[in-house]
């Protein structure tokens, strides 16, 4: 070793001594962060901008937004045709002449049934829980509406055997009414049947002959012609708020106090009606 070094300086032996110690000390380091480099450019821009939102994010089922795109139009119809129900019933004259009552030509529909409904068992065919709340829903309300429209049909056909000077007031109020609850109901009724068709459902047949319409005379006099009307026009503007309540208050909803409400009187209803059921078990056993 000696012999190669003799004559070479010795500073100059120390500095180079020095640079080698340092280059291999480095070089593995600066390897390393050239490699790191060189992956971060191979990676394409589109990975760096995916989230962690992103990679969870599910792709949107188009079934599921047509269906609860048809019921949110129908939900803003129902909607509508209460607010201009409730503005034309407040100009009809209701006097204390008027009797509370449940006649069998008054159209019932179960409420209690239709909103404690469970939409998650069975599951069949995949359905989601959107469609199959649909299928259930518009055939109900579909043929709510149809049963109104054929009562207020034939109260608009009444023939008046007697009244007074003052109850001429109260048939031009009527007529209107009536005019404009028909008209309204008609266009509801067009926009289920639209969006029935939109999500390939068939119209559900309507079978008028069902309804009890036989006590419902269409001679009457002024009285009884203020007791129809009243118990007609009471029963269309439960529906109305009941249906609308159904569509806005799912179960789950229980925050708002109006939804709050609703829930409530359902479930005094079916407590109500659980209780009857009982009864009526324990007296026939």
């Known amino acids: 070793m000696d012999v190669f070094l003799t004559g070479f300086p010795k500073k100059l032996l120390v500095a180079v001594s020095v640079v080698i110690l340092i280059a291999m000390c480095v070089t593995p380091v600066d390897a390393r962060s050239v490699e790191h480099r060189r992956r971060h450019q191979r990676r394409p821009d589109s990975m760096a901008e995916i989230t962690k939102d992103d990679t969870l994010k599910r792709p949107k089922n188009s079934n599921t937004e ?106 031009i109020v009527r007529q209107n009414l009536l005019s404009n609850t028909l008209a309204k109901l008609f266009s509801t009724i067009a926009e289920i049947q639209e969006n029935m068709v939109a999500v390939k459902m068939q119209i559900p047949p309507f079978d008028e002959s069902r309804m009890k319409l036989e006590t419902l005379k269409t001679k009457v006099d002024a009285t009884q012609c203020l007791k129809n009307d009243y118990i007609a026009f009471r029963g269309y503007g439960n529906l109305l708020n009941n249906w609308y309540s159904e569509f806005r208050c799912p179960l789950n909803k229980k925050a708002d106090k109006k939804c709050a409400a609703f829930h409530a009187k359902m479930k005094e209803k079916l407590g109500n009606k659980r209780f009857k059921n009982n009864r009526n078990v324990s007296l026939t056993s």
Do not use: C
């Not at 019921?71 to 204390?96: A, C, G, V």
């Not at 709340?133 to 054929?150: A, G, I, Q, W």
């Not at 109260?155 to 003052?166: I, T």
């Open 66 to 171: 047509q269906y609860r795109n048809a019921t949110r139009k129908i939900k803003h119809k129902l909607r509508n045709t209460k607010r201009f129900f409730d503005q034309d019933r407040k100009r009809l004259n209701e006097t204390r002449e008027y009797r509370d009552g449940m006649p069998g030509w008054l159209p019932a529909v179960n409420f209690v049934d239709i909103h404690f409904h469970d939409y998650r068992t069975p599951r069949k065919n995949g359905k989601t829980i959107s469609e199959r709340k649909f299928t259930y829903l518009m055939p109900k309300l579909y043929k709510t509406l149809k049963e109104y429209e054929v009562l207020f049909k034939r109260l608009d056909n009444v023939q008046l055997e007697s009244w007074d000077h003052s109850f001429t007031n109260y048939i």
